[in-house]
């Protein structure tokens, strides 16, 4: 690999170490608003924020456990990301892309994009209270999640043929 593939990929594995860390703050930050919302309803009558450009009242204990799940979701589902992508920079910036853990990293992304995709089909399913205090008046479906668990897949099967050209070019040396 050339020393700006190198350099590029350690300076983007560097990038994701600190994307990793603030998504691991926001799950922490979803876990104490959880709690407090559990030990305290009464806490977040006072609070306001905007949803969607709407201004949202806690008022409702419910929603703000409802808002403390969704943090911790999106961070969990961002540093499940990160975590795939800098196990594959970090082999990319080694020199070796075409590896078994590579493509294993690439079907898991394939797995949490669809689980994501399913987890938004599941806002269909939420309690129209919930709708109501996150002014949610309709759930929407990303088809950029699920297209980019297909690319993944794709991207699997060329690193899996990659890796098996690997094999048999290193056999016949």
């Known amino acids: 690999m050339s020393r700006f593939g190198t350099g590029l990929s350690r300076f983007l594995y560097v990038a994701m170490i600190v994307g990793l860390g603030l998504m691991l703050l926001a799950l922490i930050a979803g876990i104490l608003v959880g709690v407090v919302a559990l030990v ?9 924020t905007s949803v969607n450009g709407q201004p949202v009242h806690l008022r409702q204990p419910q929603l703000a456990l409802s808002i403390a799940a969704l943090i911790m979701l999106a961070a969990s589902f961002g540093a499940a ?13 080694d020199g070796e892309p075409f590896t078994p853990a590579n493509v294993r990293r690439l079907r898991i992304l394939a797995a ?4 994501l995709t399913a987890v938004q089909l599941s806002a269909f399913l939420l309690p129209a209270s919930v709708r109501d205090g996150l002014n949610m008046r309709e759930a929407n479906l990303d088809v950029g999640t699920l297209f980019a668990a297909l ?21 016949t040396i």
């Open 112 to 115: 949490i994009f669809a689980t």
């Open 40 to 48: 305290d309803p009464t806490a977040f009558e006072t609070l306001r």
């Open 151 to 171: 690319l993944a897949l794709v991207l699997a099967e060329v690193f899996r043929a990659g890796v098996a050209l690997r094999e048999d070019a290193e056999g």
């Open 81 to 93: 990301v990160l975590w795939q992508l800098m196990g594959m920079l970090k082999s990319a910036a």
